[in-house]
């Protein structure tokens, strides 16, 4: 995040970093100019244009017409006389005008020769202090040896201006050089450096910084006056105005990238001497101030950014910050006319909220994979799969609901005198061996495994989800005769390397419970309390009186599946904790409905769910 903010403040593009940011920064002036559109023209100044028209009169005007005139007359194709320019410029000089501003290159003699140059000095003597001429600046480079070119005007007139002017990286007409550029790139010449020519229209100081050009829009937005229209201009026109001359036909070269396209290089000109005089050119921050920014911007995102606790929320803030920055710098650019470092901004931003989401992505698909190992050895894939696709407040808020489920108890008998007997490495590996199966047959059956106790299994059926009461019995009546199953097929393996069988005792009872996490803030368990609970416990307990029937079901559970189990009645008990005495049956089997309800013996698939209902 700092790399941005530190290339940000390289205001000399001596680095690829720094070239990047201001080309970026560069487009995103350009589109913000475009969105903004079109401004209304400046009254100043008015361009004095050499266009396409004043090229070629003869083939607009009559030779009549062309003769009556003494300038259309000498009008025609490029170059023209200086005589005939310095004509043109009077004739506005005449009329009142302010100053005229000549973008027009003048350090070489006329091609006319010296008689022309003589007739363009004596016609504009009149008005020497306000006539200011161009001084071209170039810089080219051979050999490795740079050379640099300040051509300055033959003619002795008002002072002459500089007519460079500052592109971006991308090749864009952007500032007119301030007292910093001219220091540093005029430090060969000798003194006076003249000024740019923007800044030849009023007398203030020479800014240290580049102005900005703050374009007006496409090209024709300023004033103009076609060069050989002049004489047509109303009286008064020109009074007070100032008037830069020069071409503005592509005809001519000197075409320049702008956010509207294509203009002419006076017409760019005009733009900077109208931001001039009316004070509306954009401008930068101190190198200071906007260390001070870039500085106060990285650590109060970061701060923001590291209080997020997910990638998503992450890359939310992100785009606040994003819209934030975008916000702050389009006011400032409209109304300020103040040019934020917003590529450093915004990559700053979009640089360290990318990472720390991609960061905080890898660890939340770690957490959730893990997450996922865990659940999947407490509830089955299809319900982990409902549960993650609609999780809702189920597992992560304290407190309970009420609900209806099987609940299901499973311990083994005698299991405190085996364990008595056998090495401890022995005993968990037995132990995981059992819960492996009694679980596989909870989770067969999309059950909750609810803990283990010791040597007990809790298991509720309906809980989270519930898919109607009668399909919850059925699944924990097919879970109970599968972990039978399971168990004798246990031990036959025990059999097998001479460790004495196992004998468990299930307990199924169906009831209203309360649902919800148990625990401290730090630390929750989802499980269901109620007498129901109890029931269930009480009959797995019973078992050991009827260790012929090691599975035991309520009479609410076997009155939810009528037709449907294979039981041996056990009479009314009254277990602790239930009001009454409850009706306890021996479950053996399922009945099969092949040749109608007769029971069979072994555990078979229950009927279709739907069929009895």
């Not at 244009?49 to 025609?76: F, T």
């Amino acid at each position: 995040m700092a790399l941005p903010l530190l290339a940000g403040l390289d205001h000399e593009p001596v680095t690829p970093a720094g070239q990047a940011l201001q080309l970026a920064d560069g487009q995103i002036a350009a589109l913000w100019f475009r969105l903004r559109g079109t401004r209304p023209a400046p009254p100043d100044p008015v361009l004095l244009a050499i266009d396409a028209e004043s090229l070629q009169l003869a083939a607009l005007l009559r030779p009549a017409d062309r003769a009556a005139s003494p300038l259309w007359r000498e009008m025609g194709p490029w170059p023209w006389r200086r005589a005939l320019q310095a004509q043109v410029i009077a004739r506005v000089l005449e009329q009142g005008a302010a100053r005229v501003l000549v973008n027009i290159e003048y350090s070489q003699p006329s091609p006319f020769g010296p008689a022309d140059d003589a007739a363009f000095q004596a016609a504009l003597a009149p008005w020497r202090e306000r006539v200011h001429l161009a001084v071209r600046y170039g810089r080219t480079e051979r050999q490795g040896v740079a050379q640099v070119v300040l051509a300055k005007p033959l003619h002795g007139l008002g002072a002459p201006g500089l007519t460079i002017l500052l592109q971006s990286p991308q090749g864009m007409a952007e500032a007119v050089p301030g007292q910093a550029w001219l220091d540093q790139h005029l430090a060969g010449f000798p003194l006076p450096h003249p000024r740019p020519m923007a800044f030849l229209v009023n007398d203030r100081p020479l800014p240290r910084a580049p102005m900005g050009l703050n374009y007006i829009g496409p090209s024709g937005s300023l004033a103009r006056v076609p060069a050989w229209q002049v004489l047509d201009t109303p009286a008064g026109f020109w009074r007070g105005r100032t008037v830069l001359f020069g071409a503005t036909t592509p005809e001519l070269g000197d075409q320049q990238e702008t956010p509207f396209g294509p203009q002419s290089g006076t017409e760019v000109l005009g733009v900077a001497i109208a931001n001039a005089l009316s004070g509306q050119g954009l401008h930068t921050l101190p190198l200071p101030i906007e260390a001070g920014l870039l500085l106060f911007w990285g650590i109060g995102a970061w701060w923001w950014l590291s209080r997020s606790s997910s990638a998503g929320h992450t890359l939310l803030i992100t785009l606040v910050l994003i819209a934030m920055a975008l916000l702050a710098g389009w006011g400032l650019w409209a109304g300020a006319l103040l040019r934020l470092p917003l590529a450093a901004l915004l990559l700053a931003t979009v640089a360290g909220g990318g990472l720390l989401a991609v960061g905080q992505v890898l660890v939340e698909g770690r957490e959730r994979a893990y997450l996922h190992q865990l659940l999947s050895r407490r509830v089955s894939p299809a319900l982990l799969h409902d549960i993650l696709r609609n999780p809702g407040p189920i597992w992560t808020q304290v407190g309970g609901s009420r609900a209806r489920c099987v609940v299901l108890f499973s311990d083994l008998v005698g299991f405190t005198s085996l364990s008595v007997d056998m090495p401890a490495t022995e005993l968990f590996t037995l132990l995981n061996r059992y819960f492996e199966v009694m679980a596989s047959a909870v989770l067969a059956e999309q059950g909750l495994l609810d803990k283990f106790i010791g040597d007990a299994v809790m298991a509720e059926f309906g809980v989270p989800r519930s898919r109607g009461d009668r399909e919850e019995a059925r699944a924990a009546v097919r879970a109970a005769l599968a972990m039978q199953s399971g168990l004798q097929a246990l031990n036959r393996e025990l059999a097998a390397v001479g460790r004495q069988p196992l004998r468990h005792g299930i307990g199924l009872h169906v009831g209203e419970v309360t649902a919800g996490n148990l625990g401290a803030a730090q630390r929750l368990e989802f499980t269901v309390v109620g007498a129901t609970v109890n029931v269930a416990s009480r009959l797995e307990g019973l078992t050991r009186r009827y260790p012929e029937q090691p599975i035991l079901i309520s009479g609410e559970l076997l009155a939810l599946l009528p037709g449907e189990l294979d039981v041996v009645p056990l009479g009314a008990h009254t277990l602790k904790g239930w009001p009454q005495p409850l009706e306890v049956f021996g479950l053996r089997g399922v009945c099969g409905r092949i040749n109608g309800p007769e029971c069979l013996d072994g555990p078979f698939p229950l009927p279709d769910p739907g069929a009895g209902d």
